[in-house]
């Protein structure tokens, strides 16, 4: 975990994290192995490998597993379509993920795998790109094409506790978080939970303030019971499955927000609450500013770029254009990162709102682009970065 909650000045109770409007502290006790600067892609598939002579900092602890151990994985963090961030570094690209649970695999040092991952576009990682009968078992939040969602945001119902600026969790994340806390895990399968996420996340398949949990690899394991995976809880043995969820998850239209909109919710909140003419309110005021600007900019600046490359009338198609249901994102995963630091070397940083634009650039690739011809028309889309803070030299590449 990145470590940048607990003790971030922002946070209103200092040392504690809740992730529901009436929670408790989930913070105490929790084990960090890698923090800060060591939460890197390296480090993550030194772990996951096993691989202790690789790992840089935090405890040396890795995935020492064998051939009748069950491993659970739950990844969260930003992502786009065939990448999912990283607070540090690049960025993780699917085929270096997939690459990894190969290598995983081959070892035989695993019996089965679960992996929950909750990241804007999060299908992508697996669309395509992981085979069947490696015994892995994957739910993500969103299907290949569409954000995630966050909740218990200030305004909505229930809302987090007055002082707080935020969301207080994804909706996917919570749904799988909460749901495992109401149930016997030893009697409710991976499959009984994924059903109730999807409805929760879905918005009850209305979609209108949610996205489509997907399901990929061995779907067979979802049979399994979850306490393989995530342990049990004494306290809920006498818990049942049915509807034992609280009413306000069974109502319709309950109430998120687009992932990549809970930033400018935040400085919008902090905005507000600031004292007339203080420093705080005009700091606030040209953090969003600038955010948005950063945002029209990324979005004019493709959008412009794949006019130069296409044609005015086939830009935005192209650009835009979804490979069907069971293909990859990109067929040449060097060429996107290629085209990734191209444009971000002209144009700026992608930041956690432009890896929506990452299937543009994989559209770029796909169509035969060369560096050269993208490096030239990024140039010309791009004669100046609104800030000085989104450049790669300063923030440093994705890719």
Known sequence: MYDDIANNPANPRPGIIIN?????DVYAGVPKDYTGKEVTVDNLFAVILGDKDSVKGGSGKVV???????????????????????????????????????????????????IYVEACE??????????????????TASNAEESSWGTYCPGMEPSPPFEYDTCLGDLYSVAWMEDSELHNTMKETLDQQYQVVKERTSNHHTYGMGSHVMQYGDIPISE????LYIGFDPANANA?????????????????????????????????????DSTEKLEAQQELIESMKHRLHLDKSINFIGKLL?????????????????????????????????????????????MKHMRALANICNNGVSVDNMAEVSAEACTQIPSEKWKSLQVGYSA
């Open 20 to 24: 529901h409007p009436e929670g408790s």
């Open 64 to 114: 020492d597993s064998g051939p009748n151990d069950h491993i659970f994985i739950y990844y969260t963090d930003h992502g786009g379509p065939g990448v999912l961030g990283m607070p540090i570094g690049p960025s993780l690209y699917a085929i270096d993920l997939i690459d990894v649970l190969k290598k995983k695999h081959a070892a035989d040092s695993y019996k089965q795998m679960v």
């Open 122 to 139: 999060s299908g992508s990682i697996f669309e395509g790109l992981l085979p069947e009968g490696m015994n892995i078992y994957v739910t």
């Open 224 to 227: 399994d019971p979850l306490s």
């Open 240 to 276: 049942t499955f049915e509807n034992s969820l609280p009413q306000y998850q069974r109502e319709k239209d309950a109430a998120a927000i687009n992932q990549r909109d809970a930033d400018l919710l935040y400085l919008w909140q902090k905005y507000k609450r600031s004292k007339p």
């Open 310 to 354: 296409f044609g005015s009338e086939m830009g935005t198609p192209v650009l835009k254009a979804v490979r069907p249901s069971g293909q990859p994102l990109v067929d040449d995963w060097d060429c996107l990162k290629t085209m990734v630091r191209t444009f971000e070397a002209h144009c700026g940083s992608l930041s956690q709102y432009g």
